[in-house]
């Protein structure tokens, strides 16, 4: 289908580009919050800071150009697609060379800085990438966005299992997340693999539904932790205490899944 006759409500790609635009710009306020628990000790921890500010403000540039002027959209992508992997990729190292790489142990890497939280910009990069790359009505850009979608939940599990794990469980529903990650994990990654029914991929959509509500139930008690203190000013609480954006990695992975889930389901026969 050609691009000009494409309605924007039919048109996957728009749709994806959107998700990845105001994930850039959320993730300004999450690099902020993130990096003032050690008052930006290094200069590096402003590159992703600006550069998330940044970045949405060129793909929209590129997505109102598009129609007229495919070229200019294509570029755009892949200058903010390879820069985000680049930036991504590099704050795992830095992440991990706060503690991990002089002790080596499992220990260190639960304390070190939230080593998997960079790949948010790699997966964001892969997917303005696979945009411009492979074509949206074919099954493979379906299963690449499902297969990314599988990759954030990868993530998310280690993040939780980790994060968690530096106050030994205390509470019970910390154990919620990782749950919820192994069993989209377990979902997500059959269609991949092997042929599945429509009745199937609708059964994936309903599971992804539900870890959403998982997230948003999680933002809530994170929230209702940092509003209880200890400190006075609710700000630090924020700040130092429970993480408040983490839970919601699972409603927006739900997006990109029922993105990618939807498209696969034009190719699947009832």
Known sequence: MAL??????????????????LNLGILTLDIYLAHSLNDWRREAEYIPLFFSAIAPVILAIGLALRPQWPAVWKDLGYLVGWAAIIIGFTGVILHLDSSFFYERTIKSLTYSAPFAAP??????????????????????????????????????????????????????TEWAPIIAAGIAIGFLVVPLVMRVSASFLLLCGLVLLLEAGVGVWGFVLHAERNLEGPSVHAFANFIYGAPPLAPLLFPNLVILGIIGLWKLLEHTPF
């Not at 924007?8 to 749709?15: E, G, H, I, Q, T």
């Not at 997917?127 to 690449?144: C, F, G, K, T």
């Not at 530096?166 to 509470?171: A, I, L, T, V």
């Open 119 to 172: 790949l948010a910009y790699t997966g964001l990069g892969f997917v303005l990438l696979v945009d411009r790359m492979v074509d949206a009505n074919s099954i493979e850009w379906a299963r690449w966005i499902v297969f990314l979608t599988l990759g954030g939940f990868v993530g998310n599990f280690v993040f939780s299992l980790a994060d968690h794990a530096e106050n030994g469980f205390f509470y019970h």
């Open 4 to 21: 000009q006759n494409r309605r924007w409500w039919a048109d996957p790609v728009f749709y994806v580009e959107v998700f990845v635009i």
